[in-house]
């Protein structure tokens, strides 16, 4: 076992189901969205949006931080319109641009080799999650159901951390038997509030001080 999964071994030891977030979490891929952004914004609304506006609005699903970009900017952004644009990209672009973190395959094969269920759960668009998850050769490791996005709005990833068993196939544990994956402070203290006690953060330069909301660090 390498030095990463000992490190993990506490806290995998402990979990029936692992849930990973996938920007950020999975792969790096918050700087190729940025510039994306950039991009379509300046083209089809003629403004530049800067980093520490895009930093704001990590995390948050594509309307929320649209009517967020509408205050700070002064625009009106139709949200289908820029966003069917928007994943049209991602998916011809991004599988190839961003690779997953390297120790993604490893603990997907340890998961495996244990009978712990992974699921990916994100407010990103489900068909660029799975054409990268696809290209990156790690769909097999995830059974179709449980690559989750709550981007259409019919429930949350509060309701997924509440009631894990209602959406994660395969699963029949609760709160306290997840492990969470996750980049998001502010997603993390909606999990704990919801019962979920382990969590691995994914730190980066943009979430300075997750390592207080984390029993490991990656």
């Not at 997907?108 to 080799?113: F, H, P, R, V, W």
């Not at 068909?127 to 998850?133: A, E, P």
Request: aromatic share 12%; net charge negative.
């Amino acid at each position: 076992m390498t030095d990463f999964l000992k490190q993990l071994n506490p806290l995998l030891g402990s979990s029936s189901a692992c849930i990973f977030d996938f920007d950020g979490t999975l792969a790096d891929t918050e700087g190729f969205h940025y510039e994306t952004y950039r991009k379509l914004l300046r083209e089809q609304y003629g403004f530049e949006i800067d980093w520490p506006h895009w930093l704001h609005y990590i995390g948050r699903t594509d309307p929320a931080f649209h009517r967020m970009m509408e205050a700070d900017f002064g625009v009106q952004i139709d949200s289908p319109s820029l966003m069917e644009v928007y994943f049209r990209t991602l998916c011809a672009e991004q599988p190839a641009a961003v690779a997953p973190y390297s120790w993604v395959r490893p603990l997907l094969s340890e998961l495996s080799s244990r009978g712990i269920v992974p699921c990916v759960l994100s407010s990103g668009n489900l068909g660029v999650i799975r054409t990268c998850l696809a290209f990156w050769d790690l769909d097999g490791f995830f059974d179709p159901r449980n690559v989750i996005s709550v981007s259409a709005g019919d429930f949350t990833k509060a309701d997924v951390f509440a009631e894990p068993a209602r959406y994660i196939a395969g699963f029949s544990g609760g709160p306290s038997d997840l492990l969470l994956f996750e980049d998001s402070i502010h997603t993390i203290q909606t999990a704990r509030s919801l019962g979920v006690c382990r969590v691995a953060g994914i730190a980066h330069a943009y979430n300075r001080g997750i390592e207080a909301w984390c029993e490991a660090l990656i």
